[in-house]
């Protein structure tokens, strides 16, 4: 099971609390990216840091997937959170290991996005990224629960814990992505500039830049 689908990203901030009133726009296209779509955003939805132990959140969003969106989340399939996972995944940080809720209007928690760095959390069998080139890195996982996908729930988280990424000074935000996960490939280029593409057999890594900041959109 991936802990994190190859990634990285506090307390809560101004940046992550912005996004609870911030407007996603339309823009031209830049460099071929795809044009994020204006949404009509629930007003109601907010977002907001984790701090660490909340295990509550996780096992609402959890229990939210499909067996489809907890095989693209955690390559594999994944009837059950294991204890050790959990406390992992709950073990943030706000440095080498940061996540952002977002929660409905009713106070139920909807989607989760994280970022991992290097002396974080560690995927079981393989480390967080510690550096691509010689830039520091983060890994990146994140989920919605299939009620609320396709509604900018996804864009709003990403970029939220993008910009926490950039104020803990990462550079580099790396994907281990499905190939066939079209949501994520499409929902990361259209949020950062992707600098590599690896595919080792049905997986593909993607790499962006972190420090381009988030074109096209406010702030998550
Ligand atoms: C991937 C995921 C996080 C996207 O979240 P979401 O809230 O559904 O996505 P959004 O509504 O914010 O969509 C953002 C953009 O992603 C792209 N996108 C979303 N769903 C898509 C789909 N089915 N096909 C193609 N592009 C899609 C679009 O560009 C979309 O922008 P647009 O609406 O302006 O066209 C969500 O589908 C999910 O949790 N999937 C299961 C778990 C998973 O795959 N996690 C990623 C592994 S790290």
């Known amino acids: 099971m991936r802990l994190v689908s190859r990634i990285v990203t506090g307390a809560v901030t101004s940046t992550v609390a912005s996004a ?11 460099g071929g990216r795809p044009v994020p779509r204006p949404h009509d ?8 840091e984790l701090g660490p132990g909340e295990t509550d959140v996780l096992d609402a ?13 955690f390559h594999g399939a994944t009837p059950r959170l294991t204890g050790p996972v959990r406390r992992t995944l709950a073990a943030v940080d706000g440095r080498r290991h940061i996540a952002v809720a ?25 480390a967080a990224p510690e550096a691509v ?10 989920e919605v629960v299939d009620a609320w996908q396709g509604q900018g729930i996804g864009r709003r988280l990403l970029v939220a814990v993008a910009a926490r990424g950039r104020q803990e000074r990462y550079a580099r935000l790396v994907a281990d992505v499905v190939a066939e996960n079209t949501a994520m490939r499409v929902l990361l280029a259209s ?18 830049d972190l420090r381009a900041g988030v074109l096209g959109l406010a702030a998550a």
Do not use: K, M, W
């Open 191 to 208: 949020v950062l500039p992707i600098v590599s593409v690896e595919t080792d057999g049905h997986q593909v890594t993607l790499t962006a």
């Open 20 to 30: 609870h009133t911030s407007t996603v726009t339309a823009t031209a296209p830049a």
């Open 61 to 73: 969003v959890f229990a939210g997937l499909s067996g489809h969106s907890r095989y693209l989340r």
């Open 41 to 48: 955003r629930p007003p109601s939805v907010t977002l907001r």
């Open 102 to 126: 977002a929660f409905g209007p009713d106070g139920v928690p909807i989607g989760i996005a994280r970022l991992i760095g290097s002396g974080g959390t560690q995927r079981r069998g393989a």
């Open 133 to 142: 080139g010689n830039l520091r890195a983060v890994e990146l996982a994140i």
